[in-house]
């Protein structure tokens, strides 16, 4: 995986002026591709493949959105989480207001304290 130094840039966060690594994402590869390649390595039609996909991600989005997590064997946990601002005084909350979006968590799939996920990685410094 490759990274490069960021300097935090945001005066309000603690870290400001401090430099830490980020990834470099080099590329995205999109569901047909992952499809095509998932496909030559199993005896499945693609558009049985991509029916499968479309069909799964309909209704893992359908059960994000309705508060469930949702785990996936061999992968891991996701769940939706609110960010919200905070208030002093409870009757003072508004949803509109203060409510400022949803994030996806993903949690990897851990198998007596290791991370199938993260096996592997190595680290190399963009040039």
Same mark, same amino acid.
């Given at each position: 995986?490759?990274?490069?130094?960021?300097? @935090?840039?945001?005066p309000?966060?603690?870290t400001?002026? =401090?430099?830490?690594?980020?990834a470099?994402?080099?590329?995205? $590869?999109?569901?047909?591709?992952? $499809?095509?390649?998932?496909?030559?390595?199993?005896?499945?039609s693609?558009?049985? !493949? $991509?029916?499968a996909? !479309? %069909?799964?991600?309909?209704? $893992?989005?359908?059960?994000?959105?309705? *508060?469930?997590?949702? %785990?996936?064997q061999?992968? *891991?946990?996701? =769940?939706?989480?609110? #960010?919200?601002?905070?208030v002093?005084?409870? @009757?003072d909350?508004r949803?509109h207001?203060?409510i %400022?979006?949803? %994030?996806?968590?993903?949690?990897? #799939?851990?198998?007596?304290?290791?991370?199938?996920?993260?096996? *592997?990685?190595?680290?190399?410094?963009?040039?």
């Amino acid at each position: 995986m490759k990274y490069r130094i960021k300097k @935090e840039t945001k005066p309000k966060l603690p870290t400001f002026g =401090k430099y830490k690594a980020v990834a470099v994402h080099q590329q995205t $590869i999109s569901s047909e591709e992952i $499809i095509k390649e998932a496909c030559e390595q199993n005896p499945i039609s693609e558009g049985v !493949m $991509i029916a499968a996909v !479309m %069909r799964l991600s309909e209704v $893992i989005n359908r059960h994000l959105r309705q *508060g469930d997590r949702v %785990r996936l064997q061999d992968w *891991g946990l996701m =769940k939706l989480e609110i #960010e919200s601002d905070k208030v002093d005084n409870l @009757e003072d909350f508004r949803v509109h207001k203060h409510i %400022r979006g949803v %994030r996806l968590h993903f949690i990897p #799939e851990s198998n007596d304290g290791s991370q199938a996920l993260y096996e *592997g990685i190595t680290f190399e410094k963009e040039r």
